[in-house]
């Protein structure tokens, strides 16, 4: 095809990791398309000294702009994108909405709250009505800014792509696009965002998932055409099915001071927005330090990005598992390398940790993090961990959720229906299922498999190159 030009938006770690980690670039510059990577403003230079490649240029999102247009009629924009965010059709599983729902009307300002029971009617009416949900859809696109025209001028598209439909800042982004007449895709990067995040926030005209259960969610939840819907599979975890990123053993336990002829149980805190996973992280040392298992054992614990956020609340739990390694010889604590600027700790820059820290553990913990599904390719036992805490966050305006009570949401709900590894709701659960895996670390390998292949759906580390034919495949639909 003639050379042709798509724009990427990577506003998160994990879009990196999806677009940059993978082949699907790769595969658009080999197939004669220019690539435009739009991504935090001060990183432009770090991702292009970082992922350089011919073919592809890298410019900012604008993302300043974006916070200014974001107070044009703020209260608008907020009711319209808190609508849009918790309204999917009631054809889908909507717990983890629900669930969003009842956090905002804690969280929010008085003002906010004042107002929530006619958010209330709008949302039930947005459960059983699409012309409803259009409604929204359409008064969203009303907020659609001009300061991307310089960019749209000076290096003009044939195909718009963001890492989500419209759920960031990439709505702005989308709409003015589809404003003039550009056409748009979406690739969904989390496991949980089409069963969580509700409704596009931009009109955009293609999107591709990673299952058929995703697809479900897309079509039956957000009205999606399903002709509309590429199951493509998960770019981002290619390199963990080619098994790209795993260190040498002794290298990974020597980089963590770990103990070779111990067992390891990692822990990879989850959930930290709803819960705090301190007690889960407590009952895992008290087993470990307390000799309580049925082999000698040692805990290696992953920091949530959330962690780092300027919350107080969320520092000071992360102080106090900081302080639980420097009191016991056997616990260990990992910290997520940030790519910087507004990426978060998502990113990829420690894909080698992640993929090793799954790769040796004994036995994987978290509380239904997408890790489950990245444990479950690595092959590993898995136990979510889930010991309420009384009283949640015990902060005022804080809203908390009983991790016993979350079994439910969607992405949850396939976990333990396709008994790939165990749920413990209490201590004495978390040692049974712990000395379980310890006698037996192959238990469950054919479920495990079974659940990979359901929610990634290529397993080959191909997934990255099919999403680019998909991307390629609408270039030369369009413009033919």
């Not at 712990?434 to 990634?456: G, K, P």
């Amino acid at each position: 095809m003639n050379k042709k030009r798509i724009w990427i938006s990577a506003d998160h770690g994990m879009a990196v990791i999806y677009f940059l980690q993978s082949d699907l670039i790769d595969t658009l510059i080999k197939a004669g398309v220019e690539v435009l990577l739009l991504t935090d403003d001060s990183l432009v230079e770090k991702i292009k000294n970082t992922f350089s490649r011919k073919g592809m240029k890298v410019e900012g999102l604008l993302f300043e702009k974006a916070r200014a247009y974001e107070r044009f009629q703020r209260e608008r924009q907020w009711w319209l994108n808190f609508l849009r965010r918790v309204g999917s059709s009631g054809k889908i599983n909507i717990a983890a909405q629900s669930s969003y729902i009842r956090q905002v009307g804690v969280e929010e300002s008085n003002r906010r709250r004042l107002l929530m029971p006619l958010a209330w009617l709008v949302i039930a009416a947005m459960r059983i009505s699409k012309p409803v949900r259009n409604w929204i859809r359409y008064l969203q696109a009303r907020y659609t800014p001009d300061y991307y025209t310089e960019l749209f001028d000076r290096l003009p598209p044939d195909l718009v792509i963001a890492s989500t439909p419209g759920w960031r800042y990439d709505r702005y982004l989308l709409r003015a696009a589809t404003q003039r007449g550009i056409p748009t895709a979406a690739a969904i990067v989390g496991w949980d965002p089409p069963s969580s995040y509700g409704l596009p926030g931009a009109e955009v005209d293609y999107i591709t998932c990673w299952s058929e259960m995703q697809k479900n969610e897309l079509v039956n939840g957000s009205d999606w055409p399903a002709e509309r819907v590429n199951v493509g599979g998960v770019p981002a975890y290619d390199g963990y099915f080619a098994k790209r990123w795993v260190m040498p053993r002794s290298n990974y336990f020597d980089l963590h001071g770990l103990d070779q002829k111990r067992k390891l149980i990692s822990y990879a805190a989850s959930f930290v927005s709803f819960s705090p996973n301190l007690q889960n992280i407590q009952a895992l040392v008290e087993l470990v330090e307390g000799n309580k298992l049925t082999k000698p054992c040692q805990l290696l614990v992953r920091l949530h990005p959330n962690h780092f956020w300027n919350y107080p609340l969320y520092q000071r739990e992360a102080d106090a598992i900081r302080a639980l390694e420097k009191r016991h010889p056997h616990v260990h604590v990992v910290e997520p390398v940030p790519l910087g600027g507004e990426l978060g700790y998502y990113s990829g820059e420690d894909m080698p940790e992640k993929s090793s820290m799954m790769a040796y553990s004994d036995i994987f913990t978290t509380v239904y993090s997408t890790m489950v599904v990245e444990a479950a390719i690595h092959d590993r036992p898995i136990v979510s961990v889930c010991i309420d805490q009384p009283g949640g966050w015990d902060t005022p305006r804080k809203y908390s959720l009983a991790l016993s009570k979350i079994g439910n949401w969607p992405t949850h709900q396939r976990f333990r229906h396709s008994n790939a590894g165990m749920v413990a709701l209490t201590r004495t659960e978390l040692l049974d299922d712990l000395n379980h895996y310890l006698q037996d670390d192959q238990a469950e390998t054919v479920l495990r498999q079974q659940f990979i292949r359901q929610e990634c759906t290529y397993v080959d580390g191909t997934a990255g190159k099919k999403t680019a034919e998909f991307f390629i495949g609408i270039v030369r639909h369009t413009s033919s």
